[in-house]
């Protein structure tokens, strides 16, 4: 019996050492030595360009997903990043933003904020219209919180902020058909009330106004569905959109109207690229723009007709448990799934990863190890000395044993404390080169140190369908290899609050209500405060292990040489200034 197991550990180790070669081949060369790591930091963030720009033009745009984009086109229902894409060109939020991801006058609108930092007074600028023309109001900014207040709404953005709006709480509950707390000052002024001065006013406050008059006539519970929102969605951006092939691509025409004048570029032509194709798209011009796949960081950088801009993202990727369920009709997580109540099991399986290993031989460090669950994009608030989960398979081992997770029947796994087999159901999405030899690495990790993990369904799920299954509580998903866009509002309470619906973990915690409510108090104006505060949280979240944190990521983009302005710089609204200074793509 013996044997059995030590062969079975073995192989594990055998396999993992194997996956992190395979993982490092370049193209259909499968190398035995991996490849160096790369200096992800010295990507430029702005597009070098001294070339004359000429008129118009069209930018070709590649979406870089294994999936289709759901069509879910506004911003207060979109929730996968395909989505926010095709977003980014058609519509924007009210208030611009700064380096700092504060909210500034550089905008669609303006703001004060009163002398007890409870009420926002936003001003839209007269000449801000939609892309059909109509006005873009006081209204249409009421109108986004009456529909994310209401019951009838499904999705999302109905977070913490919303809440505390004075007067939402009887709305929400249909006592109301008003929002007391919001006032039309006149067609373009309203005024938002809190019940509390919050300093994510400034920079996770709502500004996505919805189109009232063009969206009248569909019920609440029917927009995410109508085709107002899916076929032919309009918005207050730089381009417009003159053709959708749902899930496929969509053209873009400039908007001449655009609030800051019309853009350089003639019009946009976005199309879905699969990621196995992203830099041969580059290449050989069929794209101008695109993301692309670490695994292809070499083909990139050997490109002569690209610059790589790059920065660190505001993302992290996970590994997360299902402790419970989301109960719609309370809005509120349970947790009260009992499977990986005892945070020993947690931590183990979080001991048995080598991130670092990961980061630089598969992702060639444009990953790198994760130790707590705000990025280092917030550097103010990233707390490094969290030491996170470095790799020890002794120390993983020792807590199973002390959790009473033993190996009794000698077949090379642990059954639980109470003597019944315990397999570990993961689901894992695909989306790249790597991604089913990472999801057998974080598999093989596991079963190295006694547990019996296994793919669900034995296969990799495909993006709409793996966050179906996430966001549905599947009962066949135990764990899940996840990754979130934070957003530039630091308040993590959208993700971890007990009321959240993206808390796909469903985990609950006294301490964590306590601090996320410190970390918005009028007390966190205070910037030492509310570093504090989010450092206590971020501990807190390692400690009780709900999620691993694995993965910070460099957001790495290929563009066209003939691409004049494109910027990564925070908070920078340079669409309308991207131009191109030749007819074809350089090749």
């Given at each position: 019996?013996?044997?059995?197991?030590t062969?079975?550990?073995v192989?594990?180790?055998?396999?993992?050492?194997?996956?992190?070669l395979?993982?490092?081949?370049?193209?259909?060369?499968?190398?035995?030595?991996?490849a160096a790591?790369?200096d992800a930091?010295?990507f430029?963030?702005?597009?070098k360009?001294?070339?004359?720009s000429?008129?118009?033009?069209?930018?070709?745009?590649?979406?870089i997903?294994?999936?289709?984009?759901?069509?879910?086109?506004?911003?207060?229902?979109?929730?996968s990043s395909?989505?926010?894409?095709v977003?980014?060109?058609?519509?924007?939020?009210?208030?611009g933003?700064?380096?700092?991801?504060?909210?500034?006058?550089?905008?669609a609108?303006t703001?004060?904020l009163?002398n007890?930092?409870?009420t926002?007074?936003i001003?839209?600028?007269?000449?801000?219209?939609?892309?059909?023309?109509?006005p873009?109001?006081a209204e249409d900014?009421e109108?986004?919180?009456?529909?994310?207040g209401?019951?009838?709404?499904?999705?999302?953005?109905?977070?913490?902020?919303?809440?505390?709006?004075v007067?939402m709480?009887?709305?929400?509950?249909?006592?109301t058909d008003?929002?007391?707390?919001i006032k039309?000052?006149?067609?373009?002024?309203?005024s938002i009330?809190?019940?509390?001065a919050?300093?994510?006013?400034?920079?996770g406050?709502?500004?996505?106004?919805?189109?009232?008059?063009?969206l009248?006539?569909?019920?609440?519970?029917?927009?995410?569905?109508?085709d107002?929102?899916?076929?032919h969605?309009?918005?207050?951006?730089p381009?417009?959109?003159?053709?959708?092939?749902?899930?496929?691509?969509v053209?873009?025409?400039?908007?001449?109207?655009y609030?800051?004048?019309?853009?350089?570029?003639?019009?946009?032509?976005?199309?879905?690229?699969?990621?196995?194709?992203?830099?041969?798209?580059l290449?050989?011009?069929n794209?101008?723009?695109?993301?692309?796949?670490?695994e292809?960081?070499?083909?990139?950088?050997?490109?002569?007709?690209?610059?790589?801009?790059g920065?660190?993202?505001l993302?992290?990727?996970?590994?997360?448990?299902k402790l419970?369920?989301?109960?719609?009709?309370?809005?509120?997580?349970v947790?009260?799934?009992p499977?990986?109540?005892?945070?020993?099991?947690?931590?183990?399986?979080?001991y048995?990863?080598?991130?670092?290993?990961?980061g630089?031989?598969?992702?060639?460090?444009?990953?790198f190890?994760?130790n707590t669950?705000?990025?280092p994009?917030?550097?103010?608030?990233w707390?490094?000395d969290?030491?996170?989960f470095?790799?020890?398979v002794?120390?993983?081992?020792?807590?199973l044993?002390e959790?009473g997770y033993k190996?009794?029947?000698?077949?090379?796994?642990?059954?639980d404390?109470?003597?019944?087999?315990?397999?570990i159901?993961?689901?894992?999405?695909?989306?790249?080169?790597?991604?089913?030899?990472?999801?057998?690495?974080y598999i093989?990790?596991?079963?190295?140190i006694?547990?019996?993990?296994q793919?669900?369904?034995?296969?990799?799920?495909?993006m709409n369908?793996?966050?179906?299954?996430?966001?549905?509580?599947?009962?066949?998903?135990?764990?899940?290899?996840?990754?979130?866009?934070?957003?530039?509002?630091?308040?993590?309470?959208?993700?971890?609050s007990k009321d959240a619906?993206?808390?796909?973990?469903?985990?609950?915690?006294?301490e964590?209500?306590?601090?996320?409510?410190?970390g918005?108090?009028?007390?966190?104006?205070?910037?030492?405060?509310?570093?504090d505060?989010y450092?206590?949280w971020q501990q807190?979240?390692?400690d009780e292990v709900?999620?691993?944190?694995t993965l910070?990521?460099?957001?790495?983009?290929?563009?066209?040489?003939?691409v004049?302005?494109?910027?990564l710089?925070?908070?920078k609204?340079?669409?309308?200034?991207?131009?191109?200074t030749?007819?074809?793509?350089?090749k």
């Amino acid at each position: 019996m013996k044997k059995v197991k030590t062969i079975s550990k073995v192989i594990s180790a055998l396999a993992i050492s194997s996956l992190l070669l395979s993982a490092c081949s370049t193209g259909n060369k499968t190398s035995t030595k991996p490849a160096a790591k790369v200096d992800a930091s010295a990507f430029p963030l702005k597009m070098k360009n001294d070339n004359k720009s000429i008129q118009g033009g069209i930018l070709k745009y590649g979406l870089i997903s294994d999936t289709a984009f759901e069509g879910k086109l506004n911003a207060n229902f979109f929730e996968s990043s395909p989505d926010s894409d095709v977003l980014q060109f058609f519509d924007e939020q009210l208030l611009g933003t700064d380096e700092n991801y504060m909210y500034d006058q550089s905008g669609a609108a303006t703001y004060e904020l009163s002398n007890d930092n409870k009420t926002i007074t936003i001003k839209i600028k007269d000449n801000v219209n939609w892309s059909n023309g109509d006005p873009v109001t006081a209204e249409d900014l009421e109108y986004t919180y009456l529909v994310v207040g209401n019951k009838d709404y499904t999705s999302v953005r109905y977070d913490s902020l919303m809440q505390q709006v004075v007067g939402m709480a009887d709305y929400h509950a249909g006592k109301t058909d008003k929002i007391s707390g919001i006032k039309i000052i006149d067609p373009k002024t309203i005024s938002i009330t809190f019940t509390q001065a919050n300093p994510s006013l400034l920079t996770g406050l709502n500004t996505n106004p919805m189109p009232k008059k063009y969206l009248a006539n569909v019920p609440i519970a029917k927009l995410v569905s109508s085709d107002q929102i899916r076929k032919h969605p309009i918005g207050f951006g730089p381009f417009k959109i003159k053709n959708i092939v749902p899930g496929e691509s969509v053209e873009f025409v400039a908007n001449k109207d655009y609030w800051k004048g019309a853009p350089k570029l003639d019009g946009v032509l976005l199309k879905v690229v699969n990621p196995t194709v992203a830099t041969a798209s580059l290449e050989n011009g069929n794209l101008d723009v695109a993301d692309f796949p670490a695994e292809q960081i070499d083909k990139a950088r050997s490109l002569k007709n690209i610059e790589i801009l790059g920065k660190v993202d505001l993302a992290y990727d996970y590994i997360g448990f299902k402790l419970g369920h989301y109960d719609a009709k309370k809005e509120l997580n349970v947790m009260d799934n009992p499977k990986f109540q005892d945070k020993r099991v947690r931590e183990a399986m979080a001991y048995a990863i080598d991130t670092k290993e990961i980061g630089d031989k598969m992702y060639r460090g444009l990953r790198f190890a994760a130790n707590t669950v705000i990025p280092p994009s917030f550097p103010k608030y990233w707390d490094k000395d969290v030491k996170g989960f470095t790799k020890d398979v002794n120390k993983a081992k020792k807590l199973l044993d002390e959790a009473g997770y033993k190996d009794t029947n000698g077949d090379g796994f642990r059954e639980d404390p109470n003597g019944k087999p315990f397999v570990i159901n993961f689901l894992a999405k695909s989306g790249s080169d790597i991604a089913q030899p990472l999801a057998q690495l974080y598999i093989q990790s596991w079963i190295a140190i006694g547990l019996n993990a296994q793919l669900v369904d034995g296969r990799l799920a495909e993006m709409n369908s793996f966050y179906d299954r996430v966001e549905k509580d599947d009962p066949k998903v135990d764990v899940f290899a996840g990754a979130w866009g934070t957003g530039s509002d630091p308040d993590p309470s959208g993700l971890w609050s007990k009321d959240a619906m993206f808390n796909y973990q469903r985990w609950t915690n006294a301490e964590n209500d306590t601090l996320l409510q410190e970390g918005t108090s009028p007390k966190a104006f205070d910037s030492k405060y509310r570093v504090d505060v989010y450092n206590k949280w971020q501990q807190l979240i390692h400690d009780e292990v709900p999620m691993i944190p694995t993965l910070y990521r460099y957001a790495t983009v290929g563009v066209n040489k003939r691409v004049k302005g494109w910027d990564l710089t925070n908070g920078k609204n340079y669409l309308p200034d991207v131009s191109l200074t030749s007819e074809n793509p350089v090749k």
